[in-house]
């Protein structure tokens, strides 16, 4: 059987450790501030993003992965006697996914997943990608087992405000304008079976209440979710007094074998903003 490496989107946001330890291949989407064009998590990181839409009042563009660059990480795996499964971000929201599969299509054991989902829920999918690997599955069954989690995983994150929505035109004025006005503060949530975002439920009051509030809504299933691993994330300027508390109140809900903190990458915070706090699991 050939040996099977994972691949996937910059748009995972796993730590650094999970990658190297996993050996996944992270192929990053491209992040444009004017005419200059930087690697997501490789030559630019988030406060880069914040700082620019600060200065300029211009939201930065994301590009997807192009076909000729899986073709290139696709064909050096199938020289090398070795087959891909490679977990994309949700094809609703990128066409990085479809560039996938079109440099897939070249190959015999290149197999793509959409993940429908984005940041570390679609990485909760890449690290199962891994166990199914770890357990010796083949390419196509790894695929097959991932493909059938996606519409289990909760993808669902709180935003401080709709700034950064807004003018990436994912939301109106006339409900930005709504929101800043009554003091809303939206959880967005990932539809697991299309993929696009949609408002979930609205907070009002400080901010800091309202994550506590997010976080133990999460939780308020326990027994309907995988405890093998859930993952606290956030796009920065959260203090560490919240994300102790989420970390807290998901330890005394049950016994986790992970409790992943991530930071997202430029893509995700690109259209979420600081200060976004994200809980993510997939159900059983």
Request: hydrophobic share 40%; glycine share 6%; charged share 25%.
């Amino acid at each position: 059987m050939k040996e099977v490496i994972i691949t996937a989107d910059s748009t995972c946001d796993l730590p650094a450790d999970l990658i190297e330890k996993n050996q996944i291949k992270i192929l990053p989407l491209s992040v444009l501030l004017g005419d200059k064009s930087y690697y997501d998590g490789v030559d630019i990181f988030p406060q880069d993003i914040y700082s620019y839409v600060s200065k300029t009042g211009i939201l930065p563009k994301t590009s997807a992965v192009t076909p000729a660059q899986y073709y290139e990480v696709f064909e050096k795996a199938n020289d090398e006697g070795k087959a891909v499964v490679h977990i994309g971000l949700s094809s609703a929201i990128s066409s990085s996914y479809q560039n996938a599969c079109i440099a897939a299509s070249e190959f015999d054991d290149v197999y793509c997943v959409d993940s429908k989902s984005l940041c570390t829920a679609m990485g909760l999918l890449v690290l199962k990608a891994c166990d199914f690997r770890a357990k010796g599955f083949d390419a196509k069954k790894i695929a097959n087992r991932v493909t059938s989690l996606v519409p289990k995983v909760s993808t669902t994150f709180v935003l401080d405000n709709l700034e950064y929505l807004h003018k990436g035109g994912r939301c109106s004025a006339v409900t930005k304008f709504s929101a800043n006005i009554l003091g809303i503060k939206p959880s967005i949530a990932v539809d697991p079976q299309t993929g696009t975002l949609d408002v979930a439920k609205k907070y009002r009051g400080k901010i800091d209440a309202v994550y506590k509030q997010y976080v133990n809504d999460c939780l308020r299933d326990i027994n309907k979710i995988d405890t093998s691993r859930i993952v606290i994330a956030n796009s920065g300027g959260i203090s560490p007094d919240i994300i102790s508390f989420a970390k807290g109140v998901i330890e005394g809900k049950a016994k986790f074998g992970e409790v992943i903190l991530a930071d997202a990458k430029c893509t995700i915070s690109s259209h979420c903003g600081p200060k976004t706090l994200a809980v993510f699991y997939i159900k059983k």
